[in-house]
Structure formats: C-alpha cells, structure tokens
C-alpha cells in the first residue's frame, strides 16, 4: 500500500530523495552524506593499533597479489615457526638446566631453591595442549547427540580438504571459531547461536566451510608449535611486569627486570607480526572454502551477514532488559526464552538491501575487519564475488535442516535461557 512505504527527504548535500526508515540511519546513496554517522571504535593500546595497521595492509597486499600471493607461503611463516621452536628450546633448556642444578647441587639449600625455581618455570612455561573448558550454560555436543550435525560437518570436511570435528560446543555470541585440545589434537567446532540463528542453511554451510578451511590450509596461528610459543611469551611477560606501587628492594628489582621484560616482549611482537600475513592469508584461503562448499553467492552472502553481527548482541541485551523489565515472573522469562532465537532471525532477516550497501560502504571507509586477524572485510567479499564462481557443494535438503535444528532444539533452550538471564546487566 501507498501509505506503508517508507518516507523520503532531500540529502542536505545533493538535493536527491532519500528514503527515511526510522529503524535505520539515513543516508544518500548518491553523494555518500551521512553513511558513517558514527565514530569507530578505537583500538585498546598501541600494540592493537599497531596490529589492525599491519593487517589491513597485510590484507589489501594479499588482495592486490591475487591468486599468486595466496598461492605460495612467505618467509615470513617459515621464520615464525623456527622462533616459535626458539622459544620452546628455551623452556627445555630450563627444565634441563634445573635437573642438572638439582643434581649437582643435592644436599644445599642453594642448590635446591635454584633446580626448583628453573623446573618450576619450565613447568608453567610448558607447551599446553587444552581441554574442553566450557561453562555449565555452554552445551558440549558429540556425534551421539547430534548425528545429522556432524553428518554435515563431515560432508563439507570431505569437500575442503579436511577432516571434521570431535565435539561441538553451543554458545550465545554472534560467532564461531575452531580450535584443538588434548595430546591427541581433538577438534572442536564452537558455535555461536546468535550467527548461526541467523543464517540460511546455505550460509551455515559457508561457515563451516570457512571454519574447517582453517585446517586444509595449515593455517600457522591454528597450529599448536606457534600457538603455544605466544603463550608462553605472554606469560613471561607477564611474570617479568614491574610490581605496582613498589618498595625500595621492588623497585630495583624492577629495573634489573627492564632489560629482559623488554627482550622478551620484543619477541612476542616480532612472532606475533610475522604471523600476521599468514592470518590475513588463511583467512582468505578459508572464504575460498566456503565458497567451493556452499557456493560463491552463499560466501558472499555470509560476508555481508557478518557486518551486522554487532547488532545481534544489542538485540539479545534489548531481549534480556524487555524480559526482566516486564515482569519478575518465571513464566515471562520462559516466553522469552521460548521464542528468542526466531525472533532475532526475523529481525536480522528484515534488514534491507539498502542497509547491507551502506554498511558495505563504512566497512570499506573504516577499513573494516572482524578482528586484526582478518583482511578487511569488504576485500573478503570483494575477491569472493570477482573471482571464478563456485557452484554448491554440499546442498542441505529442508529434511536435513529440520533435523539438525531439532537436535539443537535443547541447546537452543539452555543457552536461550542464559541470555534472558545475564545479558541485562
């Protein structure tokens, strides 16, 4: 009806018609006035100032190389890793070293106090493998629990070069991520239903995709020799910091530890930017798995998904406040709960095309990245939908999806029910 469209007001700048939806800002598609309202977010600290610069140039090179730059590992990987293996040679040499004083020094206080103080460090500075640490809000599925899940997780595996995961863990943030634990490297998949709620079936495929094309590509960072030498840097680091508000002894002790702090903090920063490009370049890597499991369109179609996750959050804490503000009552609370993730997709899915363009727009202003791990996010679009395209090919049928949503259908419960209960405050 006529009277259902949306308003319309000159631009300020060019005179043209601009539509006016209060739901969302208003903006000239023409001239460009007002599509960045808004001031972005400033990076916390240098090093993080630092390490957005670096990989949004990484990524714009990697964009600008093409085919070619994707194609092959720089020195850059192969230097990271032999000074992750540095760094682990060091915590040996500890371990050693404190062996032998142990053994050598058998029968002084001396001796055992400085075997002990070296074994002790080793042991903290040991590589660690992780665990499966969630919280009891946080559901741990395994193939048992989720059969159709996996299947899936399995066949777009198969098609990006890899293997799928050991276990599944549900979450409330608008995200998803992989990772490893154990001596034996079990896979996990932690999967975020404030994006996988919103998504299509073929768009889930894209993401695991993605995910998954973190291990066909040997992604450094993903590996346990690089990962595990950048904690053990953070923790000398952090052992090394001076002591606030010191006493006389403290403070020279503060400045005997100057030199060293800052050695080892130079190398934390020296293996963190070498394996910068790397990231910028799996991340790249991985959306050209997406796209060979899902379809280009599909990957395009998550890249774009991806600009609104930051309102995914604002909507699960305007959902908790409305919740706790309408009534104290558990029965309100179990009707939010109930519907909350069909009524976050229905939201995120009424966003218009229009909103996608002006968000793709401040996206390529602001130089914009999910972290400063990943290429600029309108670069990731960009290649996907001018290089070659992709047909599906893993195809959810509607069966498949009914089910795997009803194998989520606790899950979706349990972590509804956190975000009804902790996302006001």
């Given at each position: ?59 714009e090179q990697l964009f600008a ?60 500075l040991r590589p660690r493998f ?46 998803a991520s992989v990772s490893t ?245």
């Amino acid at each position: 009806m006529e009277s259902e469209r949306p308003a319309a007001k000159a631009c300020p700048d060019c005179g043209q018609s601009v539509p006016v939806d209060p739901r969302f800002v208003t903006w000239c598609a023409a001239c460009g006035w007002n599509v960045d309202p808004g001031a972005p977010e400033a990076p916390e600290g240098r090093l993080e100032a630092v390490r957005r610069r670096l990989a949004r140039r990484h990524g714009e090179q990697l964009f600008a190389e093409g085919a070619d730059g994707l194609a092959r590992k720089d020195a850059s990987s192969v230097l990271a890793r032999a000074l992750a293996l540095l760094v682990h040679a060091v915590t040996l040499g500890l371990a050693v070293a404190g062996t032998a004083v142990l053994v050598s020094g058998i029968g002084t206080f001396s001796g055992w106090a400085l075997g002990l103080l070296l074994l002790g460090t080793a042991v903290v500075l040991r590589p660690r493998f992780g665990s499966l640490s969630t919280t009891v809000e946080e559901p741990v599925l395994h193939r048992a629990d989720a059969p159709q899940l996996f299947g899936l997780i399995d066949e777009v595996a198969a098609v990006v070069g890899t293997r799928g995961v050991d276990a599944v863990v549900i979450e409330a943030d608008a995200n998803a991520s992989v990772s490893t634990y154990g001596i034996r490297q079990r896979r996990v998949l932690r999967l975020g239903l404030g994006l996988w709620e919103v998504l299509t079936p073929r768009q889930r495929v894209a993401l695991l995709g993605h995910e998954l094309g973190h291990y066909a590509n040997g992604d450094t960072r993903h590996g346990a020799i690089v990962h595990n030498a950048l904690r053990s840097l953070s923790l000398w680091v952090y052992f090394l910091s001076p002591t606030p508000n010191p006493t006389m002894t403290e403070r020279f002790a503060n400045y005997l530890m100057a030199v060293p702090r800052w050695a080892v903090y130079g190398v934390l920063v020296l293996l963190d930017q070498l394996t910068l490009r790397a990231a910028q370049r799996a991340e790249y890597l991985a959306d050209e798995a997406a796209a060979r499991a899902a379809s280009t369109d599909a990957a395009v179609e998550l890249m774009d998904k991806l600009l609104v996750v930051g309102s995914v959050s604002l909507e699960l804490r305007r959902e908790s406040v409305a919740a706790q503000t309408k009534s104290r009552g558990a029965g309100s609370r179990d009707e939010a709960e109930r519907g909350l993730w069909d009524r976050l997709a229905e939201r995120i899915g009424a966003v218009p095309e229009r909103e996608y363009e002006r968000l793709r727009r401040v996206a390529a202003l602001r130089g914009h990245a999910v972290d400063s791990t990943h290429p600029p996010t309108h670069l990731r679009r960009r290649r996907l939908a001018e290089a070659a395209a992709h047909p599906a090919s893993v195809r959810p049928t509607e069966d498949a999806t009914a089910a795997i949503d009803a194998e989520l259908a606790g899950s979706r419960s349990r972590v509804a029910r956190r975000v009804i209960r902790d996302y006001a405050g």
